[in-house]
């Protein structure tokens, strides 16, 4: 008799031998207390849950989600290729039905990682999640992604890549960007002007906790997806909003971040941040295990502090609820140019922007004389094509790599669109 699906297939990568620095939060402990704790607690031994171990994302993975003005080597190496290939494995357990969902907890972590990459940001060189979907589509498997960032940073990585695809549906919960790193992911940004509303952004004040998620949850988050209607739904999974977490101000828990899968209902999630090594991920990563396999998370228990869970104030409270108005209004209408960040002209969108990379190469040891932070300047055009959704081009410029010009397609591209795409990209000019 074949063996049916499993519950839960998860992947572990915790990169043995890659760390930006010995002491840096971003190391592999991140995961192997984690495994110990599941080894501990018998998960690993129940027949919902099933290991597996990841693969190698390949170069073209990799090169049919980014732009590398650098070339691809010079910002990934062997271990990020590898974490990207746990999440591909990821999708690939669902895709083929071997698990009903999937877990990839590997690092180094990619949601901060755009469609250009010069370098390093937020502890990011390539983006997982878009490498896994776009595997997936090229081999027919999804159509419409839903992609649910529940990092505490803002995932304006994702967000880059996909603010001009109508087919993918962005929603991030993260501390307001006023108040820490990236600094961005404001309510106001909804989406490019062909793709307006399939970007939604929730900033949360500091101190949010299981009631304030949960909130935003249940009022924007899952009514969003429900009318949506996504093929796929992935979790970027950080987990940087515990109570315990070091680097990051808000207040959810362990049980908090249980219920809260279990409202997404993601198909597959990959690990992102958490950098409360022994406090909080063994019993986050464990909740969220549970959660995703159909089993009893209510048992988990974590350390507390005196007087039990963090509370959410209650104007944080009456705050989401306005959110959730102003969200739903904003979409439902038509683009408002000053959120797109595109004003048309000549039949081309247009869109100037500055990025900050806080600048890891591929491999920190062997690259010493890499420098501590890279400025790009970039000019986005989108053609407002009446057939497709349009051709995007890009010129970018960075200290380290000079001005280059790179032209990216949607799916349903117009041979109108793909012919203006083929010249850039032999070429490597545009109508800048």
Request: proline share 9%.
């Amino acid at each position: 008799m074949e063996k049916g699906p499993v519950n839960l297939g998860l992947i572990f990568f915790p990169a043995y031998d890659w760390a930006i620095s010995p002491s840096h939060p971003e190391r592999e402990e991140r995961l192997l207390y984690t495994h110990d704790q599941l080894r501990e607690e018998g998960v690993l031994d129940l027949p919902e849950i099933e290991e597996f171990r990841p693969e190698k994302a390949e170069d073209e993975d990799a090169l049919r989600v980014h732009f590398f003005p650098l070339g691809l080597a010079a910002v990934a190496a062997l271990p990020h290729m590898i974490s990207a290939g746990g999440a591909v494995t990821a999708g690939k357990l669902v895709a083929e039905g071997k698990a009903k969902k999937a877990f990839a907890l590997t690092r180094p972590p990619g949601h901060h990682a755009g469609k250009v990459v010069h370098g390093g940001r937020g502890f990011c060189n390539i983006n997982n999640e878009a490498i896994m979907i776009e595997r997936l589509r090229r081999d027919g498997a999804c159509g419409r992604v839903a992609v649910v960032d529940t990092d505490c940073h803002h995932g304006d990585g994702t967000q880059d890549i996909y603010w001009h695809d109508p087919d993918t549906l962005f929603i991030s919960l993260h501390q307001d960007g006023r108040t820490l790193y990236p600094g961005s992911g404001h309510a106001t940004e909804l989406g490019g002007p062909t793709a307006w509303g399939s970007t939604v952004n929730i900033p949360l004040p500091p101190g949010t906790g299981d009631e304030g998620f949960l909130l935003a949850v249940k009022e924007i988050v899952r009514p969003i997806l429900d009318e949506w209607k996504p093929d796929l739904i992935v979790n970027s999974a950080g987990q940087d909003n515990h109570f315990t977490d070091p680097i990051t101000n808000m207040s959810l828990t362990a049980r908090g971040y249980a219920e809260m899968s279990e409202l997404i209902g993601p198909d597959i999630a990959v690990l992102e941040g958490g950098y409360a090594i022994q406090g909080a991920l063994p019993y986050t990563n464990l909740a969220i295990i549970l959660s995703m396999a159909g089993l009893d998370w209510r048992r988990v228990k974590e350390p507390m502090p005196p007087g039990g869970p963090p509370r959410t104030p209650p104007k944080t409270l009456d705050y989401v609820k306005g959110l959730a108005d102003f969200i739903r209004e904003k979409r439902s209408g038509p683009p408002v140019p000053s959120m797109c960040g595109s004003p048309l002209k000549n039949g081309w969108y247009r869109r100037e922007r500055r990025i900050f990379y806080d600048s890891h190469p591929a491999d920190p040891a062997t690259q010493p004389d890499w420098p501590s932070y890279i400025d790009e300047s970039r000019e986005e055009m989108l053609r407002d094509c009446p057939d497709c959704p349009g051709a995007l081009l890009i010129r970018t410029s960075s200290a380290l790599s000079g001005p280059k010009v790179y032209a990216s397609l949607p799916r349903s591209a117009c041979a109108k669109c793909a012919g203006i795409a083929e010249e850039v990209n032999a070429t490597g000019k545009g109508p800048f």
